[in-house]
Nanobody, 119 residues
Framework: QVQLVESGGGLVQAGDSLRLACVAS????????MGWFHQAPGKEREFVGA?????????YYADSVKGRFTVSGDRAKNTVYLQMNNLKPEDTGVYYC???????????WGQGTQVTVSS
């Protein structure tokens, strides 16, 4: 079965950086994309960024993180990363990675990793 395991969360101060990683295992299909989502306290989960898994695929982001966050993937290891720079208190929340097998429909999710940014 598909399993996604995130790591790298923690407590940081505003302006700091963090790098999250997500390793996917049990993959028996062609991955379309791997992405990251953020759920702030008391709010719905929102898209952060994703990268296509085919060679030459693009990477795309939510407007709120453009210029601060970078998504990258290691396709040989089925691992996706989220580099977060210049963190803000509003970036606090649980970050989930997810796998899409078809056109940005994310069917497989990790358990999430907590990021807390203090002001």
């Amino acid at each position: 079965q598909v399993q996604l395991v995130e790591s790298g969360g923690g407590l940081v101060q505003a302006g700091d950086s963090l790098r999250l990683a997500c390793v996917a295992s049990g993959i028996t299909f062609k991955i379309y994309a791997m992405g990251w989502f953020h759920q702030a306290p008391g709010k719905e989960r929102e898209f952060v960024g994703a990268t296509g898994w085919s060679a030459g695929s693009s990477t795309y982001y939510a407007d709120s993180v453009k210029g601060r966050f970078t998504v990258s993937g290691d396709r040989a290891k089925n691992t996706v990363y989220l580099q977060m720079n210049n963190l803000k208190p509003e970036d606090t929340g649980v970050y989930y990675c997810a796998v899409s097998a078809y056109e940005d429909l994310y069917d497989y999710w990790g358990q999430g990793t907590q990021v807390t940014v203090s002001s």
